[in-house]
């Protein structure tokens, strides 16, 4: 095997290098696939929700006063379904993206793992599956922030109960939805 055939063939097999605008490896099909799984898990809560959402519900709360209304679990309801379509939304473009590289795949045995792909094309779609893995986890969060006022009492009502629940939801979801979103820019800036 002549010297300039091993390199080529071996560019291929590893992949591009990093000045190469159309390069895809193993990484992003896992990466895919770990948000495949997480959305899969959340949208399991948005149906925990929705089952909540039923009227005429009491809270634990002793003061009637304290009760969700109609419009509360409404309001369940308009974020359970925003929070599932931008779930869903996720969960299509990354397996549309998987799909897409596994037919490029089958088409060189050789390289099960890796394939060329524009890259421009691959960013923008896991760009826009992590946005709407963001934006379904902000939706879910206030829609767990009904779940809790249906079950606890209303935050207007001064339940310390609902105030420590509602305050714990959104202080740690928050900080966690920042850790995602800096880390998914670094890595698409890198």
Known sequence: MEESEYYSRNDRTQG??????????????????????????FTIAVFVGLSIATPGQRSLESRASCNAGDDVAKKLLVFEVVSFSFF??????????????????????????????????????MLGSAVGSVMGCLFLMLSMVDVIQIRLGLLSCGSKSTAQAVSALVVLVTSAILVYISTSIYAFLH
């Open 16 to 41: 591009l290098s990093s000045s190469s605008p159309s390069t895809t490896t193993s990484v992003h099909v896992t990466a895919l696939d770990g948000l495949v799984n997480v959305n899969s898990l």
């Open 88 to 125: 869903l939304f996720s969960s299509l473009v990354a397996q549309g993206l998987k799909l897409a590289i596994n037919i490029l795949n089958s088409k060189d045995v050789e390289d099960a793992f890796r394939v060329r792909i524009n890259a421009k094309v691959l960013r923008i779609g």
